[in-house]
């Protein structure tokens, strides 16, 4: 008998939730809240620009996908990040999540602090660009409905208290 590795068992696939939206992720999904606060004291988030065949392809929302069965929301949203970007967040502890739960699918915002704004490149097929985003303008953003939507609680998340 060896241990072994499981092999991942991804969780690409569309669900609907108890709501009935139809959702991308059947173990739910994840997303990375990568977020600077600058000398002057604004805060910034990075923004995924998705590309026009994506889901509510062309708007603005944070990297982010299926998680795997077992697979928890922070590792899902590094593997993500890791997957759609060169953003190098490996030793930056996450500061905090948010779960929107939807009924019988959920999606989780891992977030955490950058000490500095570097350049973001895609990688992958399902991002046009990545941009930092002044948190004062998001309103002048057309951001996808679900980061939309969560983003007054999202806000919150990872904040000193
Ligand atoms: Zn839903």
Redo the contacts with the bound molecule.
């Keep these: 008998m060896t241990a072994g590795v499981a092999p991942r068992t991804s969780g690409d696939g569309w669900t609907y939730?108890a709501?009935g939206?139809k959702?991308w992720g059947i173990h739910g999904a994840a997303g990375l809240l990568a977020r600077h606060r600058d000398p002057a004291g604004a805060e910034w988030v990075l923004l995924q620009h998705r590309a026009s065949w994506s889901h509510h392809g062309g708007t603005w929302g944070i990297p982010g996908g299926a998680r795997d069965l077992g697979e928890s929301a922070e590792d899902a949203a590094r593997r993500e990040v890791s997957e759609e970007s060169d953003l190098e967040v490996v030793g930056i502890d996450a500061a905090g999540e948010f779960v929107d739960d939807?009924g019988g699918?959920t999606y989780t915002t891992v977030a955490l602090w950058l000490p500095v704004m570097p350049p973001v490149a895609v990688r992958g097929a399902e991002s046009v660009e990545f941009a930092w985003t002044p948190v004062a303008g998001l309103g002048d953003v057309p951001l996808h409905p679900g980061f939309a939507a969560s983003w007054p609680a999202v806000r919150g998340v990872g904040l000193a208290g």
Excluded: A, G, S, T
Aim: proline share 0%; glycine share 0%; with cysteine.
């Design positions: 939730c709501q939206h959702h939807h699918w």
